[in-house]
């Protein structure tokens, strides 16, 4: 019988002394897979946290090692913490192993690590999971602000249902969920090592990350049934997070949705082109089908043919799109206004409808 993969937790904390026993409490108490290790790794704490878990860590079901740093002040943020945690962690796991990462105020689901490892021995080598907000913080957050969030929330997903009807991701099949967020991330050792580790960002490392991973071709799996509660505080420790952005929010709205997010006819061109790249890619070269194939490429990205052919020499696919987008003037990334959602969302709408009914055409 082969030996039980180690499944080792990376948890970056500032100053949660209050929060912290629920995280630990959950990770303690998951039914269908159990946690080896977990790496603790307190960043620039002031308060009484560590004591705090001191006094829990007896009582766990797994081991934890408890890191304390003081990090100068300019890279004092989540992106250094998370990337020393999981370097720790990688180091404990094995090369087999399974990394995770969570938030200090996260309470994950008491099926989060089976449904983890279920969506990593589907053939995932990485597993984002969904952060959702404590119900009863979430009571104290204004009814506009919800409104506002479900709105781009429900465009973001239409975005992606056009990519999943053009492109589909055979490891990431719909239903999915369109976050990347560090309060639940699983990885494969592996595919970690491979990525280059959580890059040290002050904002938006798990962002990074993900794009990392993309760019190396890893099979990453939006799983909507991988949940983890957050809070809903509006005065956060890290700069720049879920928090502040509340915090503006309560304040203005902001003029633009999430940077992530383009007008529907742009989401439609990425999305093609992304499906001539596979199929280019795919086929024997040198040879008039190829050469055709990347013209038709080039002439979508409004780019030289040149330079698509310099580019399909790539080895990994994510490498050479992520290329071929970046410097594509057709992709250029444009920010959606807020007050023109609703025209964005009917016209991602139409698309929608017309890929649906040439599926149907195509299958009758």
Do not use: K
Not at 136 to 151: F, K, S, V
Not at 222 to 229: G, I, L, N
Not at 252 to 257: A, I, K, T, V, Y
């Amino acid at each position: 019988m082969p030996p039980a993969r180690s499944l080792v937790a990376a948890i970056p904390v500032r100053n949660e002394a209050e929060r912290i026993g629920h995280c630990l409490h959950a990770l303690a108490t998951q039914q269908g897979a159990g946690l080896t290790h977990a790496v603790v790794l307190l960043n620039n704490c002031t308060d009484t946290t560590a004591d705090r878990i001191r006094a829990i860590s007896p009582h766990l079901p797994f081991s934890l090692s408890l890191i304390e740093r003081t990090y100068p002040l300019p890279i004092a943020h989540a992106g250094t913490a998370r990337r020393e945690a999981m370097e720790i962690a990688g180091t404990m796991s094995g090369p087999d192993g399974i990394l995770l990462t969570t938030d200090a105020d996260g309470v994950v689901a008491p099926d989060w690590l089976a449904r983890n490892v279920a969506a990593l021995d589907a053939g995932a080598d990485a597993v984002c999971g969904r952060a959702l907000i404590d119900p009863a913080e979430a009571l104290l957050i204004p009814h506009a602000l919800h409104e506002d969030d479900r709105a781009e929330v429900a465009y973001a997903t239409m975005l992606d249902r056009i990519h999943d009807l053009i492109d589909p991701d055979p490891h990431d099949p719909w239903p999915r969920h369109t976050e990347h967020s560090g309060a639940s991330i699983a990885v494969r050792v592996g595919a970690w090592r491979q990525a280059g580790g959580i890059p040290p960002l002050p904002l938006g490392e798990d962002r990074g990350f993900l794009a990392a991973l993309r760019q190396g071709d890893a099979a990453i799996r939006h799983a909507p049934d991988v949940t983890v509660r957050v809070s809903g505080r509006t005065v956060g420790r890290a700069r720049g997070g879920m928090a502040d952005t509340m915090a503006r929010r309560l304040i203005r709205q902001d003029e633009m949705l999430d940077e992530s997010l383009e007008p529907a006819g742009t989401c439609l061109l990425r999305a093609q082109a992304r499906t001539t790249l596979r199929r280019v890619r795919a086929l024997p070269q040198p040879g008039r089908q190829h050469h055709e194939t990347a013209r038709s490429l080039a002439h979508q990205l409004g780019l030289p043919l040149s330079r698509v052919l310099e580019v399909m020499e790539e080895r990994f696919f994510g490498m050479a799109w992520s290329q071929l987008e970046a410097a594509s003037p057709t992709l250029e990334r444009r920010p959606v206004r807020r007050a023109e959602l609703d025209l964005h969302a009917w016209q991602a709408e139409q698309i929608l409808r017309q890929l649906h009914a040439s599926r149907s055409a195509t299958c009758v």
